[in-house]
T-cell receptor
Framework: GAGVSQSPSNKVTEKGKDVELRCDPI?????LYWYRQSLGQGLEFLIY????????KSGLPSDRFSAERTGGSVSTLTIQRTQQEDSAVYLC??????????FGPGTRLTVL | GQQLNQSPQSMFIQEGEDVSMNCTSS?????WLWYKQDPGEGPVLLIA?????ELTSNGRLTAQFGITRKDSFLNISASIPSDVGIYFC???????????FGQGTTLQVKP
């Protein structure tokens, strides 16, 4: 079956612009996560959605970052007024409740 | 909060050598997961462990769930160049279920 998909695969934007990154999780998965990964580094947790519960936003680095998950499926991560330090790969993952996560290929964001 | 500590942070080995890496925590985990991330890709699940003491193999990979439930190790036998990547351990937080990741072990294999 289809895995987790993310779009766009690459995004280049100018400092100060807003960007939206999309994640389509595996159908039926209840949990969805967003992570950020700088080159050669580990996974920085951003936000976690589980079913209809309030999302865990404890990893969002600033109020310029927000995410929503519509209808318990597709999720959008929005970064407002992008800064150069926002440049990274943004990874999305989904899972069925607390089981193992499946990752998408990521969106590489470059802020000029 | 719960944390997972991986060691070593990086390894540079000769093709054909065996590799061992581990993951430890001061907290108990009920599940241990091992992921591999190839350059430019998202992490992919290699092995999942659900029971203390469990030893599971996947080809040349072997992982064990420590008896204390506070550690796990991953072994790779007879390494090959395509084993290059970052290896992450992970486990669900006991109070939220959120998956917690270690900081990763970067493996480089010299042909």
């Amino acid at each position: 079956g289809a895995g987790v998909s993310q779009s766009p695969s690459n995004k280049v934007t100018e400092k100060g612009k807003d960007v939206e990154l999309r994640c389509d999780p595996i159908s039926g998965h209840t949990a969805l996560y967003w992570y950020r990964q700088s080159l050669g580094q580990g996974l920085e947790f951003l936000i976690y959605f589980q079913g209809n519960s309030a999302p865990d936003k404890s990893g969002l680095p600033s109020d310029r970052f927000s995410a929503e998950r519509t209808g318990g499926s597709v999720s959008t991560l929005t970064i407002q007024r992008t800064q150069q330090e926002d440049s990274a790969v943004y990874l999305c993952a989904s899972s069925f409740y607390q089981n193992e996560q499946f990752f998408g290929p990521g969106t590489r964001l470059t802020v000029l | 909060g719960q944390q997972l500590n991986q060691s070593p942070q990086s390894m540079f080995i000769q093709e054909g050598e065996d590799v061992s890496m581990n993951c430890t925590s001061s907290s108990i985990f009920n599940t241990w997961l091992w992921y591999k991330q190839d350059p430019g890709e998202g992490p992919v699940l290699l092995i999942a462990l659900y029971k203390a003491g469990e030893l599971t193999s996947n080809g040349r990979l072997t992982a064990q769930f420590g008896i204390t439930r506070k550690d796990s190790f991953l072994n790779i036998s007879a390494s090959i160049p395509s084993d290059v990547g970052i290896y992450f351990c992970a486990g669900p937080s006991y109070n939220t279920g959120k998956l917690i990741f270690g900081q990763g072990t970067t493996l480089q294999v010299k042909p």
